[in-house]
Nanobody, 124 residues
Framework: QVQLVESGGGLVQAGGSLRLSCAAS????????MGWFRQAPGKEREFVAAISWTDRRTYYIDSVKGRFTISRDNAKNTVYLQMNSLKPEDTAVYYCASGIGPDASSSLRGYDYWGQGTQVTVSS
């Protein structure tokens, strides 16, 4: 099993940047896809970004393309989400997730371990 802990959230003005980190412990996450999801108050949890293990290809929802970058450091057993040009619409709790297998997925069903979440608030 694996434990995931997110960090790096906070309050930032529109147009600013944050970098979220997801540190894994218990076992390595090498061999598994990793993803980021977010959930705003009163809304369903939605897919944000993912990175596969097999080819390191990255995937993003349209609303964050060109602004967010997902990456992973295998030696540190950590995945990151660099968020630039933040908008108030990005305000949410962001969750890190470890995939069931090596292929990235935009579905919650593709992940079996989740972090506790970190709050990102973007003011206008």
């Amino acid at each position: 099993q694996v434990q995931l802990v997110e960090s790096g959230g906070g309050l930032v003005q529109a147009g600013g940047s944050l970098r979220l980190s997801c540190a894994a412990s218990g076992r390595t996450v090498n061999g598994y896809a990793m993803g980021w999801f977010r959930q705003a108050p009163g809304k369903e949890r939605e897919f944000v970004a993912a990175i596969s293990w097999t080819d390191r290809r990255t995937y993003y929802i349209d609303s964050v393309k060109g602004r967010f970058t997902i990456s992973r450091d295998n030696a540190k057993n950590t995945v990151y989400l660099q968020m630039n040009s933040l908008k108030p619409e990005d305000t949410a709790v962001y969750y890190c997730a470890s995939g069931i297998g090596p292929d990235a997925s935009s579905s919650l069903r593709g992940y079996d371990y989740w972090g506790q979440g970190t709050q990102v608030t973007v003011s206008s």
